[in-house]
């Protein structure tokens, strides 16, 4: 069973239906023992850094995520919840990728929001995606470029489209409303 984390975040049933798509059944828990029995957890979000993270301790699923040790995937803010630091609400974050979280500077439209490509990629997500196949975006903040990098994608300035530690991948683009080229990425983390 695939389990998607359920927290103070929206987006989360649009992770369902594009799961449901591809023939996989899924949960919506914020049951600690369900997520950490489930095959999968996905880690979905659209919303603001502090309160999401002040939902997560306050219920302790701040502790469970960071001991999961099954494939988990976190999308768009819960990428960046997985950083060390959000300046979105001068937010501590869970700390899984060591990297902090910027506004991006005032020189073009915010938020980022829309489709664009990735300038790199590595690793198992990203197999059979090329550079020309564009993913959709929609942030004003995002996480600096690190060792954890698996791809880059370049508004304003380069940053981080996707992310992995161990068994913790991440995407900043929504691969759940990115078409057949997101649903092959989500089919990639699904098959890990």
């Known amino acids: ?22 023939g996989y059944k899924s949960i ?3 049951n600690p023992s369900e997520l950490l ?6 880690f979905p979000g659209v919303g603001e850094a502090s309160s999401a993270i002040h939902y997560l301790r306050e219920r302790g699923l701040d502790r469970i ?31 899984i990728f060591d990297t902090d979280v910027r506004l991006f500077p005032p020189v073009d439209k915010i938020p980022h929001m829309g ?5 790199t990629m590595k690793g198992d997500l990203f197999h059979g995606i090329t550079i020309n196949d564009n993913l959709y975006y929609v942030h004003s903040y995002y996480a600096e470029i690190s060792s954890c990098t698996l791809a880059t994608c370049d508004y304003i300035i380069p940053f981080s489209a996707a992310m ?8 900043q683009f929504h691969p759940e409303k990115s078409a057949e080229i997101g649903e092959k990425i989500l089919k990639n983390f699904l098959e890990l």
Do not use: H
């Open 1 to 22: 069973m695939i389990a998607i984390l359920k927290y103070s975040a929206g987006n989360i049933k649009s992770v369902q239906n594009a799961l449901t798509r591809l």
């Open 28 to 30: 919506i828990t914020d």
């Open 37 to 42: 029995s489930a095959e999968k957890v996905i």
């Open 65 to 95: 995520i960071i001991s999961l040790k099954q494939p988990v995937l976190g999308i768009c803010l819960g990428l960046q919840l997985m950083c060390r630091f959000s300046e979105e609400g001068e937010t501590e974050c869970l700390g």
């Open 115 to 119: 489709w664009n490509n990735c300038m």
């Open 164 to 171: 992995q530690k161990g068994n913790f991948y991440a995407t």
